[in-house]
């Protein structure tokens, strides 16, 4: 039993008080942890661009104050009541989409969308009691994906926290909890590309380049990466991509490009941008008659996506994925074992690393298109 367990935990926490103004690290109070949750000691937290996204609030729902955060790895500190899957100690990575083992999605080998842990970027408390666990002088502080790792200390649902194996190091592994499993697995449980196929990667953030890593773990043949940021091809060669596209060289649109570079389309695309236009482009640029595409990218509330049916009556698919479709607890213990044995390489991912004190840095890498992922050390 830790000598906390039970009290209320003050920590810092990098506060986002207002859209799109630099967050504040903060003293906050965070309540004991209750029925089924878990409350962990965040050693190492990147930034991933969903966060961006809510925190600019342009084109989601506004919700302040709030702790942002959700790929992380941590250490647990004390669980709820009916928590007996995890203890004190256990080195765990949090993840925004849960698993609570029981309802008909856990139990279909097809889906991870737990019917009550599955993502929802619109809740801002905690399920339990519908309450935040965060305050500061009194005032609540919404959590976001259930997980708000830019804090010292959080909880989580108990089903949203995936335990590894202690002796993996943190501050790599973290990037499994987020962006280096959902584009890897959205190629590789997704897309599913065959030997020497073609695949169209769209972004190539860490999610985009972790999508190129899964094609080329499935042996595809050309790796064609998409990004408007002509800095990321070279990047990008270290992750398969065998050609470039820049939509901002051509004067036609990029799915006729990427037709005419490969015989009338790829095999398999896979879209991590959050544009909706390159959501539309990677399904236009998929062969006809079997190419399959696959979204990542998460879109603004008001988005709508057109193409005209033939597309489909053409014999294309069009899929989408939260989390690479790996199911939290199940899988992400394996995939850290994986990164143990040398089988991946999560290194080339992290470009930038910062002290917590200077998170507000890790966002301005990320805007300007200078990082993969930025770690930040949250005892620095
Ligand atoms: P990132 O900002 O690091 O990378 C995005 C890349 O896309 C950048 O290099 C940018 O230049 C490029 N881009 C933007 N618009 C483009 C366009 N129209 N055409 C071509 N390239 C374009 O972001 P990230 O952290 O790698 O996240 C990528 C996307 O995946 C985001 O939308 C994020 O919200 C989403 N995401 C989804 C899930 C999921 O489970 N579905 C999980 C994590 C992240
Ligand atoms: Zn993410």
């Known amino acids: 039993m830790s000598s906390t367990a039970g009290q209320v935990i003050k920590c810092k926490a990098a506060v986002a008080w207002e859209a799109g103004k630099p967050l504040v690290i903060e003293e906050v109070e965070l309540a004991p942890p209750q029925a089924n949750e878990v409350r962990m000691k965040i050693l190492f937290t990147a930034l991933c661009h969903t966060d961006v996204y809510f925190w600019e609030a342009k084109g989601q729902t506004p919700m302040f104050p709030r702790i942002f955060g959700h790929e992380a790895g941590g ?10 899957e995890l203890k004190p100690g256990d080195h765990v990575l949090p993840i925004f989409t849960g698993e609570c083992g029981k309802c008909s999605h856990c139990n279909s080998e097809e889906s991870n969308l737990c019917d009550t842990l599955r993502i929802n970027t619109e809740r801002g408390v905690l399920l339990d009691d519908g309450k935040t666990r ?20 959080t909880i989580a649902h108990a089903g949203c926290v995936a335990k590894i194996n202690p002796a993996a190091p943190l501050d790599k592994v973290c990037v499994l909890s987020c962006g280096v499993s959902t584009g890897m697995g959205a190629t590789l449980n997704v897309a599913k590309p065959k030997k020497g196929q073609s695949v169209a990667v769209f972004g190539l953030g860490a999610v985009g380049l972790a999508a190129c890593e899964g094609a080329r773990m499935a042996g595809a043949g050309k790796i064609i990466g998409v990004d408007l940021n002509p800095d990321r091809f070279n990047e990008a060669k270290k992750f398969g991509v065998t ?54 990218g998460v879109p603004n509330k008001e988005d709508a996506f057109k193409t005209h049916p033939l597309n489909f009556l053409n014999e294309r698919t069009l899929k989408g994925t939260f989390f690479g479709n790996y199911k939290p607890r199940t899988d992400i213990p394996s995939q850290v074992e ?27 890498y990320m805007l300007k298109g200078e990082s993969i992922r930025c770690i930040i050390r949250m005892d620095a």
């Open 75 to 84: 250490i647990v500190e004390s669980v709820g009541e009916g928590v007996t």
């Open 134 to 153: 965060f305050s500061k002088n009194g005032q609540p502080i919404y959590h976001f994906l259930g997980t708000s790792t830019f804090s010292e200390y």
């Open 243 to 296: 050609d470039f596209v820049n939509p901002k060289d051509h004067n036609k649109p990029v799915q006729e490009v990427i037709a005419e570079m490969t015989n009338g389309g790829v095999d398999r695309a896979v879209e991590c941008t959050g544009s909706f236009q390159a959501m539309i482009s990677a399904f236009e640029c998929v062969h006809d008659g079997w190419g399959v595409a696959v979204l990542v």
């Open 338 to 364: 994986k990164y143990m044995k040398k089988e991946l390489e999560l290194e080339k991912f992290i470009t930038h690393s910062v002290p917590f004190n200077e998170i507000n840095k890790a966002f301005d």
